[in-house]
């Protein structure tokens, strides 16, 4: 069996964002290392809650810290990014992280 994840991710109002971000970015790490194939990161900023507006500024960071899982957007939602800049921005996550960008 093959494991996969997808994080959201929701956080309390309040919670400092920098530490959010290190949190969920713990999590991918530890998944990469019990062997999870893929790990899938949304979009969203709709909501207090939920904090990570860019899903592949996230996925980058992530790809130097992890060696084997794949990761991917959850949804990158057209009409909240310029689309040019973000097709830009996947081609190039594409490029660096060949065969682990879902």
């Known amino acids: 069996m093959q494991l996969s994840y997808f994080t959201m991710p929701l956080h309390p109002p309040g919670s400092d964002p ?3 971000f290190a949190d969920d970015l713990d999590q ?3 998944l990469d290392r019990l062997g999870y194939k893929e790990a899938w ?3 969203h900023f709709t909501s207090v809650w939920e904090n990570i507006p860019c899903p ?3 996925i980058a960071q992530a790809l130097p810290l ?3 899982i794949v990761l991917g957007t959850g949804v990158s939602c057209l009409p909240n ?3 040019l800049m973000l097709a830009q921005r996947i081609a190039q996550l594409d490029n660096m992280a060949p065969g682990r960008f879902a």
């Open 56 to 58: 592949d500024l996230f």
């Open 81 to 83: 990014h310029s689309p």
């Open 28 to 30: 991918i790490v530890t």
């Open 41 to 43: 990161i949304g979009e």
């Open 18 to 20: 920098a530490q959010t």
């Open 66 to 68: 992890t060696e084997q």
